[in-house]
Nanobody, 121 residues
Framework: QVQLVESGGGSVQAGGSLRLSCAAS????????MAWFRQAPGKEREGVAV?????STWYTDSVRGRFTISKDWNTLYLRMNSLKPEDTGMYYC?????????????????WGQGTQVSVSS
């Protein structure tokens, strides 16, 4: 059974750091595009960071320079530094064999259940 399980969320003050993890099982994630999305209450799900099978990465403008996506074997990570209140939301791990638009949620067929990140000012 293919499964993505996120962990590492929590509550921090602005300026703090968190590292999210996403454990993949049931398939070899090295062949996939792996991504982090987030969704704040009342807002659409948005792409945060993506890494492909070659290690190429993409970041949305609001997190570039503060967040770092990485992976090893079957675990995906998101290191988040200098967190801001606007980074608050549910963070989801997602995977796809191929994507045409890296930040388009509909392109990803595998999703985790999410982990909550809350940043207070």
């Amino acid at each position: 059974q293919v499964q993505l399980v996120e962990s590492g969320g929590g509550s921090v003050q602005a300026g703090g750091s968190l590292r999210l993890s996403c454990a993949a099982s049931g398939y070899t994630s090295s062949s996939y595009y792996m991504a982090w999305f987030r969704q704040a209450p009342g807002k659409e799900r948005e792409g945060v960071a993506v890494i492909d099978r070659h290690g190429s990465t993409w970041y949305t403008d609001s997190v570039r320079g503060r967040f770092t996506i990485s992976k090893d074997w079957n675990t995906l990570y998101l290191r988040m530094n200098s967190l801001k209140p606007e980074d608050t939301g549910m963070y989801y791990c997602a995977a796809a064999l191929w994507v045409g638009s890296v930040f388009q949620p509909a392109e990803y067929k595998l999703w985790g259940q999410g982990t909550q990140v809350s940043v207070s000012s």
